[in-house]
């Protein structure tokens, strides 16, 4: 039987030719051209150099040890000398006991810098140059200086409200004590009144404290481009607080040592203490100034007993930490004690609401006619202050009897700041509504200024304020009508050392003979 033949399986293999291909060209895809090419760079070469540092050597010496030498006493005829001192010895003891009550040298002081013959007028500032939104008509109302004499303050506010106050005060301080010999703007607060007052703290030097026309007290840092963030502390409108212009503020000793508060008084006749703790929330201690306190035959007619007297302006005494003067616009002199003043939070209001504080004056004295401006305590006498009046007149008092001992009228205008010297028992300064500013010493002359100075571009344009540096007895601070700060540089016969001779000019003033002195 014939079988059938094997069929193979089969074979499938993919066969693509030339012709069975398919290429579709992109629509978007662009033909890149390539093209070889080839660089050589030259070849590279390399060296090798070794340096090699020189040979050191150390070499050392040595001293020879001291040789201890021994001190020889030199001879001499010991029986020679003794003759010698025999015979001089009285001579010199009669020479020795001479000195003791010689006058040669009493005047004589030793000059360690070099010695100024004239006053001049080293800076010359003007404060509206930096306020913003500048109001014509502002004016230096107070300068004062830090306690290292470096910085110079000054508020700016008017004197011409007549009811209330819509006007935008500042204080301004300047650097003066440059190594370059400029002065530099180094504070600029704004405030929201008027400022009446400024005072630098007693120990740090960028800390002032100042108060405005409507009554408020603040406490500022200087600083540079400080603006309103240099206010610290401000107080409120409250009842027992001021709610009327303040007219002075100053730093007192607080109860811990180390420690100041704040004194201020007013026009509405308050004399209020703020603490710094309390970051001028309320005054802690008050007072306010009645008529009563003034005898009956000082007293202007007609004036009740209760009547309220403004205060514009009041000075601490150097010696007593209770007692100070105060001055009024009714040209009362008056002086008071801190004794009498009773905590703010135990004041008692009436049925009208006033806060009724004690009357704090003890004393008055001869009144001017007019405002009384200023009042300044020697630094020299306890007894003898300054009083400078609306009346023309500068009046020196002696606090243990009422009337003033002596009256001078520099120009017969204003006269709206007085201030001691430092460091010249018998000078003080003052400041005239004419322009001028008046030195006077009392070793040289009584009656007439020794020195004047030019402070304002006009005679019609008023000075305002003056100053002396507590710390740089060479420089006075003036300040005019128009924003006008003048740093003065004075001659050395008015801001040398005190001499002993003008000590016994202000104790004879004083009611202190050179006897009680030891002089």
């Not at 409108?237 to 730093?251: D, P, R, S, T, Y």
Request: proline share 5%.
């Amino acid at each position: 039987m014939l079988s059938a033949p094997a069929i193979p399986p089969p074979k499938f293999t993919d066969v693509s030719t030339e012709q069975d291909s398919v290429n579709v060209p992109s629509t978007w895809r662009k033909e890149v051209a390539q093209e070889e090419s080839a660089v050589q760079t030259e070849v590279v070469s390399f060296r090798d150099t070794s340096t090699q540092a020189g040979d050191q050597r150390n070499n050392a010496t040595q001293t020879d040890p001291p040789s201890a030498k021994s001190m020889t006493r030199a001879s001499y005829d010991q029986n020679s000398m003794r003759l010698f001192l025999q015979d001089v010895e009285p001579l010199v003891s009669r020479q020795l006991l001479a000195n003791l009550t010689s006058t040669a040298f009493a005047a004589w002081q030793p000059r360690w810098e070099d010695e100024i013959n004239a006053t001049s007028c080293i800076h010359t500032l003007d404060a509206s140059t930096g306020v913003r939104d500048w109001e014509r008509g502002m004016l230096c109302t107070d300068i004062s200086w830090s306690c290292k004499g470096g910085i110079v303050g000054v508020g700016l506010g008017r004197w011409d409200h007549e009811h209330v106050c819509l006007h935008k005060g500042a204080v301004i301080a300047w650097n003066v004590r440059r190594a370059n010999g400029q002065a530099e703007c180094v504070g600029n607060i704004e405030v929201e009144n008027c400022v009446m007052t400024l005072a630098f703290h007693p120990v740090q030097p960028t800390l002032l404290a100042g108060a405005t026309f409507t009554g408020q007290v603040f406490v500022a840092r200087i600083n540079q481009d400080a603006g309103k963030d240099g206010i610290l502390f401000s107080t409120k409108m409250q009842e027992i607080g001021h709610l009327e212009a303040v007219a002075k503020v100053l730093w007192v000793p607080g109860e811990k040592h180390g420690e100041y508060q704040i004194m201020s008084v007013g026009n509405d006749g308050k004399i209020l203490w703020w603490d710094l703790n309390n970051k001028l929330e309320a005054p802690i201690r008050g007072s306010q100034l009645h008529a009563s306190g003034i005898p009956r035959h000082l007293r202007l007619g007609g004036t009740k007993q209760d009547f309220v007297l403004g205060a514009t302006g009041f000075t601490l005494s150097k010696e007593n930490p209770t007692q100070y003067t105060i001055v009024t616009e009714g040209g009362y002199v008056a002086k008071c004690t801190t004794t009498l003043a009773i905590d703010g939070a135990s004041v008692r209001l009436d049925e009208k609401g006033r806060p009724q504080y004690p009357n704090p004056i003890q004393n008055a004295y001869q009144p001017h006619v007019g405002p009384v401006n200023s009042v300044a305590y020697s630094p020299f006498h306890r007894n003898l202050l300054l009083t400078a009046g609306s009346d023309g007149e500068i009046r020196l008092y002696n606090i243990l009897q009422t009337k003033h001992l002596s009256t001078w009228e520099p120009s017969g205008k204003t006269i709206y700041c007085v201030d001691w010297s430092p460091v010249r028992a018998t000078v003080f300064a003052c400041a005239s509504g004419d322009g001028m500013v008046y030195i006077y010493d009392l070793a040289k002359s009584t009656t007439l200024p020794a020195h004047t100075l030019e402070s304002s571009a006009k005679s019609t344009i008023a000075t305002t304020a003056v100053a002396f540096n507590p710390y740089r007895s060479d420089l006075l601070a003036s300040g005019d009508f128009k924003s006008v700060v003048r740093i003065w540089r004075l001659k050395t016969e008015v801001s040398s050392e005190c001499e002993p001779s003008e000590r016994a000019i202000i104790d004879r003033f004083g009611g202190l003979g050179a006897e009680t002195t030891g002089l």
